[in-house]
T-cell receptor, first 112, second 112 residues
Framework: GENVEQHPSTLSVQEGDSAVIKCTYS??????FPWYKQELGKRPQLIID???NVGEKKDQRIAVTLNKTAKHFSLHITETQPEDSAVYFC???????????WGAGTKLIIKP | DADVTQTPRNRITKTGKRIMLECSQT?????MYWYRQDPGLGLRLIYY???????NKGEISDGYSVSRQAQAKFSLSLESAIPNQTALYFC???????????FGSGTRLTVV
């Protein structure tokens, strides 16, 4: 069936450095790719999304890139700050019922 | 953000008991979802509904049932709770296929 693989499962970066999380999807018909941030004990919150007709989208320090040919998309966070520490989930909409297929999550740790 | 409200926030119940988790939303979205989150396993879809008369099973619906009482209300029931249903449960809403989800604050359920 359809799946989304997310790497790495844990990422530790120095404050101020950049962080990149990558997801690969299997369904070539997928057309919508959101990223969610979940802080400890809180709900997942949408931080950025991209549709299949766009290759890149930016919002301040975060950006998402999409490579439809290779079927992967990535989250880029620049100038990381302590408040960026959280679990990040990618997802892809596709499949026979057009539901979001979720990655397993990446725990991002920002070291002071 | 009180747009998607889940009750209760925390619940401890005994094995074999019936329990209902409730979700209500003020966002006016037609699409509603119930997810389960276990540590290290990300988000798994239990049931989803596109409108009051439309209910669909997700990937892990066994042992669960749902009721869509109105556009704004979507309840999840565990008919006979078992310990491996101990998890964090999230309700989510969406306005359409290529839009992100808004999650509720979650219900932490413990079955003893």
């Amino acid at each position: 069936g359809e799946n989304v693989e997310q790497h790495p499962s844990t990422l530790s970066v120095q404050e101020g450095d950049s962080a990149v999380i990558k997801c690969t999807y299997s369904d070539s018909a997928s057309n919508y790719f959101p990223w969610y941030k979940q802080e400890l004990g809180k709900r997942p919150q949408l931080i950025i999304d991209i549709r299949s007709n766009v290759g890149e989208k930016k919002d301040q320090r975060i950006a998402v890139t999409l490579n439809k040919t290779a079927k992967h998309f990535s989250l880029h966070i620049t100038e990381t700050q302590p408040e960026d520490s959280a679990v990040y989930f990618c997802a892809a909409r596709g499949g026979s019922n057009y539901q979001l297929i979720w990655g397993a999550g990446t725990k991002l740790i920002i070291k002071p | 953000d009180a747009d998607v409200t889940q009750t209760p926030r925390n619940r401890i119940t005994k094995t074999g008991k019936r329990i209902m988790l409730e979700c209500s939303q003020t966002k006016g979205h037609d699409r509603m979802y119930w997810y389960r989150q276990d540590p290290g396993l990300g988000l798994r879809l239990i049931y989803y509904s596109f409108d009051v008369k439309d209910i669909n099973k997700g990937e892990i619906s066994d042992g669960y049932s749902v009721s869509r009482q109105a556009q704004a209300k979507f309840s999840l029931s565990l008919e006979s709770a078992i310990p491996n249903q101990t998890a964090l449960y999230f309700c989510a809403t969406s306005p359409g296929l290529t839009y992100g989800y808004t999650f509720g604050s979650g219900t932490r359920l413990t079955v003893v």
